[in-house]
Every structure is written in C-alpha cells, then in structure tokens.
C-alpha cells in the first residue's frame, strides 16, 4: 500500500518514547521510512547518515538541544525540511527556531493528522519552490 508520504525520508527526534511511537506509527502508516532517534547528537548523526527529506525535531533534548540541532543541520548545503515540535508555547522560542531556519514550529500536543499535513504542505512548498528540472 503507497501512502502519501511514499518515498520520503524522515528522521524523528523525541527523548519521549510514546510520543516518538506515535509519530513514527503515524508516518508509516502514509508510505513514509523512518529513523527514530532520542537524542540531539544522535540526531545530527542520524542526518548526516539518513540525508532524510524531512525532520520532525523536538526542542527539549538531551545530549544536544533541539535549537542547536536545527543550527547544525541547516548549515548543510541542501538541508532537509525541520519541523521543530515544543511544548513550550513560548513566542520567544520560536522567534529563536525561525531565525535558524525552521520551516514548521508546533506546539505539542500535535494532532498527527496536522503533522502529517504540515509535512505534505512543506513538501509540496519546497516542490514548487524547486521548481521543474530545466
């Protein structure tokens, strides 16, 4: 079965196993591969071995923080989607996530029909924004 997600990559960073089951049981259920690590240096490894499509990120990690994570991943020449996920609902922290180059910031809890859509539209952004092979 394809799903909407069939034939992207995701790297799914949560130090929360329940959370980081959903998601990952979320995204492969539309067709999506996964890799699911619980740490921030695990992450930035994760990325640079996966060279994932697309990051679903938290913010509060151990090992390393979610925001300098996103820091070092989107310093990368053709870096991937991160969408950044808190529960701090803080306008300052994603101010802060924003200015690292996010490209989606969402407050836990996240419905994961919103994430998954949230993804599909970032994906379908950058699509157009690539535009057609010339």
């Given at each position: ?31 999506a ?21 697309v ?7 151990p ?17 991937p ?18 200015s ?14 919103r ?5 599909l ?14």
């Amino acid at each position: 079965m394809t799903g909407r997600l069939s034939g992207t990559r995701f790297v799914l960073v949560d130090d929360d196993n329940d959370v980081l089951e959903a998601m990952d049981a979320a995204i492969r259920s539309e067709g999506a591969e996964t890799r699911c690590v619980r740490d921030g240096n695990d992450a930035v490894l994760a990325v640079q071995e996966e060279d994932p499509d697309v990051v679903l990120l938290d913010m509060m990690l151990p090992g390393r923080s979610g925001f300098l994570v996103l820091e070092k991943i989107k310093g990368y020449e053709d870096a991937p989607i991160v969408i950044m996920l808190t529960a701090n609902e803080g306008r300052r922290h994603q101010m802060y996530a924003e200015s690292l180059g996010v490209d989606g910031y969402l407050v836990k809890p996240v419905p994961l029909d919103r994430l998954i859509t949230t993804c599909l539209d970032l994906l379908a952004k950058q699509d157009a924004e690539d535009g057609p092979e010339a």
